[in-house]
Nanobody, 121 residues
Framework: QVQLVESGGGLVQPGGSLRLSCAAS????????MGWYRQAPGKQRELVAT???????NYADSVKGRFTISRDNAKMTVYLQMNSLKPENTAVYYC???????????????WGQGTQVTVSS
């Protein structure tokens, strides 16, 4: 059974930092792209950052220069380092794994349960 387990969320003051982690488990072969999305109350889920197995990254304009995505392919883990956090970054952050095989099943899009990030003084 495939699982994406997120960790690292919490409460932080404006200007602070957090590091999110997402570990994929199960019989998985080479996840093509992993990423982070977020959903604030009353808003649609939106892209934060993605990274391919080759290391190509993509960021939302609002987080460029403050957030850094990275991954460890051997551990099937993706990280999101978030610096200079702002109150508007408050949201549930979801891990995503795109296009991978697990046994005989091909997954196009798979989501974690989400981790809450709250930026407040």
């Amino acid at each position: 059974q495939v699982q994406l387990v997120e960790s690292g969320g919490g409460l932080v003051q404006p200007g602070g930092s957090l590091r999110l982690s997402c570990a994929a488990s199960g019989t998985i072969f080479s996840i093509n792209r992993m990423g982070w999305y977020r959903q604030a109350p009353g808003k649609q889920r939106e892209l934060v950052a993605t990274i391919t197995s080759g290391g190509s990254t993509n960021y939302a304009d609002s987080v460029k220069g403050r957030f850094t995505i990275s991954r460890d392919n051997a551990k099937m883990t993706v990280y999101l380092q978030m610096n200079s956090l702002k109150p508007e970054n408050t949201a549930v952050y979801y891990c995503n794994a795109d296009r991978f095989w697990s046994g005989s099943t091909y997954y196009l899009n798979y989501w974690g349960q989400g981790t809450q990030v709250t930026v407040s003084s």
